[in-house]
Nanobody
Framework: QVQLVESGGGLAQPGGSLRLSCASSGSTFSIRHMGWYRQAPGKQREWVAT???????SYADSVKGRFTISRDNAKRTVYLQMNSLKPDDTAVYYCNLDGTRISAGRYWGQGTQVTVSS
């Protein structure tokens, strides 16, 4: 059983920044892909970004150039740096073990709320 715990959400103004963190309890963290997803009110959960075990990254077109995913294997933590935030970025953000653009893995965090509003 793997536990994922997100933190770092909150309220930001348009154009502002937030950094999300997701800490994993899994001992195999360093060899697993990690993904971020989000779900806005009334919408389906959507993929945001993935970082592979080797450090390669990929992003949804809606966040490319504004968000950066990174990882610290020693801390078993994945991050999502969100810059130039827009109201459309308002959602609950979830991290996922093995999550990619194509499919999500079995383990999810509890989610962290991000609200972008003036």
């Amino acid at each position: 059983q793997v536990q994922l715990v997100e933190s770092g959400g909150g309220l930001a103004q348009p154009g502002g920044s937030l950094r999300l963190s997701c800490a994993s309890s899994g001992s195999t963290f360093s060899i697993r892909h990690m993904g971020w997803y989000r779900q806005a009110p009334g919408k389906q959960r959507e993929w945001v970004a993935t970082i592979t075990s080797g450090g390669s990254t990929s992003y949804a077109d809606s966040v490319k150039g504004r968000f950066t995913i990174s990882r610290d294997n020693a801390k078993r933590t994945v991050y999502l740096q969100m810059n130039s935030l827009k109201p459309d970025d308002t959602a609950v953000y979830y991290c996922n073990l093995d999550g990619t653009r194509i499919s999500a893995g079995r383990y999810w965090g509890q989610g962290t709320q991000v609200t972008v509003s003036s």
